[in-house]
């Protein structure tokens, strides 16, 4: 009986070990199904992957071969229906008032070597960059367009003006062949800065910012310096006529060279003007650009802005650059030899002038205030007149 049950437990054990051993084998054959099964999905996903970026790819390449086969035309309205067709003229514009959007100033790329202090400053608004670079001083004046004053570039000590131009005041402005506006002043300043010499007869442009209520300019300022009427003042009131000369060459040829360039500087006075006294030799420059424009000849105005108004304005409703600009040099030369400020253009409709001068100087007066525009010199006919000589 003993060696029976010996017998049989031994088999009964035999086969449990043979049933473990076949459970471990089932189980292993999962385990390996599981990961053959996991190892296929992740196969057919990376092949889905391919798939899709090989499509894309293709579909990528199809596009660009789409788009280089469309002409530029096709192109150019693509990009206009974006930019909602803007205007590709070159053009005037008057405010009236209302001024519409202005270009601003835009920074130009980062360049690889650029310091950190170069990142911090482009985040600045324009009001803390232009607080940033320069220091505002004492007011120089109020003008019918705006606030100047003194002040000087921090990094050299420069010194400069500092023209302020609320947004409702601004009158003028330029429309480029890329549809911008920005304020007429500005545009005429960025061209004479572009194609004129250094020391021209102009005062130059430093910088310039926009705001949300105004527009700041920063201009040159040569020293020392005052405005023409001021210096006829301190002469007291009137100046001799050989240093009168002087002074209308330098204006007659600083006038030629905008019309070259096509500026119509519109509002010449003797307050526009500055007198630099350096070195005991003058030198005249011409400032305050904010009622000038680009001009063509022949081209006729019909709304005045300045202060000499020429009497064809008057009689035709209309003016011209060319002739008006001749009017006004007039109309400055009897302001340094009068004895008295004119303010009205009703002294050259009467002709109730003093004419204590040289019979050449009352000549070039009478050609430039003449009252027929037609019949005025041109810029090139006052520079060679006898009495400039």
């Avoid at 579909?59 to 229906?81: F, G, H, I, Y």
């Avoid at 607080?131 to 570039?153: D, I, N, P, S, T």
């Avoid at 194609?195 to 442009?205: C, F, T």
Wanted: glycine share 4%; hydrophobic share 35%.
């Amino acid at each position: 009986m003993g060696n029976v049950f010996g017998k049989d437990l031994n088999s009964e054990e035999e086969d449990v070990e043979e049933e473990d051993v076949m459970e471990e084998d089932v189980e292993e054959e999962d385990v390996e199904e599981e990961d053959v099964e996991e190892e296929d999905v992740m196969e057919e996903d990376v092949e889905e992957e391919d798939v899709e970026e090989e499509d894309v790819v293709e579909e990528a390449v199809k596009r660009k071969a789409t788009e280089d086969d469309q002409n530029p035309q096709e192109k150019c309205r693509r990009l206009d229906s974006i930019h909602n067709e803007m205007p590709s003229t070159s053009k005037d514009l008057e405010s009236r008032n209302e001024p519409v959007a202005v270009l601003t100033q835009r920074s130009p790329k980062r360049k690889a070597d650029d310091e950190p202090g170069e990142t911090m400053k482009r985040t600045l608004g324009p009001s803390a960059m232009f607080k940033a670079k320069y220091q505002q001083l004492e007011g120089l004046g109020e003008g019918g367009f705006g606030f100047v004053f003194a002040g000087y570039r921090k990094a050299d000590y420069l010194d400069v003006v500092i023209k302020h131009i609320p947004k409702d005041q601004l009158i003028l402005y330029h429309e480029d062949n890329t549809g911008k506006l920005i304020p007429m002043e500005v545009a005429v300043m960025l061209k004479l800065a572009a194609v004129s010499e250094r020391h021209s007869a102009h005062v130059g442009l430093l910088d310039w910012y926009e705001l949300e209520e105004e527009v700041i300019l920063v201009l040159e300022r040569p020293m020392p310096a005052v405005d023409l009427l001021q210096y006829i003042l301190a002469k007291g009131g009137c100046l001799e006529e050989k240093e009168a000369k002087i002074i209308m060459r330098q204006l007659v040829d600083a006038a030629i060279d905008l019309q070259e360039k096509h500026i119509f500087h519109r509002h010449i006075k003797v307050e526009n003007l500055l007198v630099e006294t350096r070195k005991n030799r003058l030198k005249v420059r011409v400032i305050d650009f904010g009622l000038s424009c680009f001009t063509e000849e022949g081209e006729k105005y019909e709304t005045f802005y300045g202060t000499h108004i020429p009497p064809e304005w008057y009689s035709r409703r209309h003016y011209m650059a060319g002739p008006t600009t001749a009017y006004q040099i007039g109309a400055v030369l009897v302001d340094m030899l009068q004895n008295t400020h004119l303010r009205s253009d009703i002294f050259f409709l009467r002709k109730e002038i003093n004419w204590r001068f040289s019979e050449n100087c009352r000549n070039f007066i009478k050609a430039c205030l003449c009252e027929d525009p037609d019949q005025r010199p041109t810029l090139e006919q006052l520079r060679d007149h006898r009495w400039m000589r």
